[in-house]
């Protein structure tokens, strides 16, 4: 049964260039009640500004401000939040450079019909990356194997940032109390609901290097996710 409200959460600073072409392609997807919401870090570069504009053309299209940079995994905090005041009855969760192909957005939904959350896949059959360098395909391959067998949660891309939720599944797993940011995040998040016996559905997609600006990965966010397994392993 198709879902009455399903919302996009899109984290973004300094993100303009690519809001103004994302906005538009995400709005142009067949798919009913669509809503999207942006959740901003006070960007310099005059992304809330553009939304303002944005919202006179799309109805659907809502802002939500934050004072500061506070990294991506409390952004999505804050967006599950409104969106679940706002009644979405699906949320999904995607970068808005481009990497996630709007395109997938339907495919996600239709998978999240039969399951309780949908991960967006780039490491099973018909997944893949595109323009990455051999040792950035190399890291991310080994780390998602490397979480996979320290969690033992049979997902073949944990640290993925596609993914699609039913608001219930994000309610149930306490998603306010997440403490990591960046693909900590997207672990925790994928550990809370499968031990909580949640049914989780890896879909293939094509993840793709950011059109415009730059990349908002740190060593601190890679030693973060590093420990981060062991924790969850053992509920420290």
Not at 87 to 110: N, Y
Request: with cysteine.
């Amino acid at each position: 049964m198709p879902f009455l409200k399903p919302l996009i959460v899109l984290p973004t600073y300094n993100e303009c260039e690519n809001i103004l072409q994302m906005i538009p392609a995400l709005f142009a997807l067949s798919v009913p009640n669509l809503c999207v919401l942006v959740v901003d870090d006070s960007s310099p570069d005059g992304t809330q500004e553009l939304i303002k504009e944005l919202q006179k053309k799309y109805p659907n299209l809502s802002l939500l401000s934050r004072p500061k940079k506070e990294g991506l995994g409390r952004a999505y905090v804050d967006g599950f939040r409104r969106a679940i005041e706002m009644d979405a009855d699906c949320i999904i969760q995607m970068d808005a450079d481009f990497s996630h192909d709007p395109a997938d957005v339907p495919k996600l939904l239709e998978a999240l019909e039969t399951a309780d959350w949908v991960i967006g896949s780039r490491y099973i059959v018909g997944g893949g990356t595109k323009h990455w360098p051999l040792h950035r395909l190399m890291l991310s391959q080994c780390a998602n194997v490397y979480a996979s067998f320290v969690t033992a949660i049979p997902i073949s891309d944990l640290t993925g940032g596609f993914k699609a939720w039913k608001s219930d599944c994000l309610q149930k797993i306490g998603f306010e109390n997440m403490e990591t940011n960046g693909y900590g995040f997207q672990i925790e998040t994928n550990f809370r609901a499968y031990k909580m016996g949640f049914k989780p559905k890896e879909v293939p997609i094509l993840f793709t290097e950011r059109r415009q600006g730059k990349s908002k990965m740190s060593q601190k966010i890679v030693w973060e996710a590093l420990l981060l397994v062991w924790k969850l392993r053992f509920g420290c």
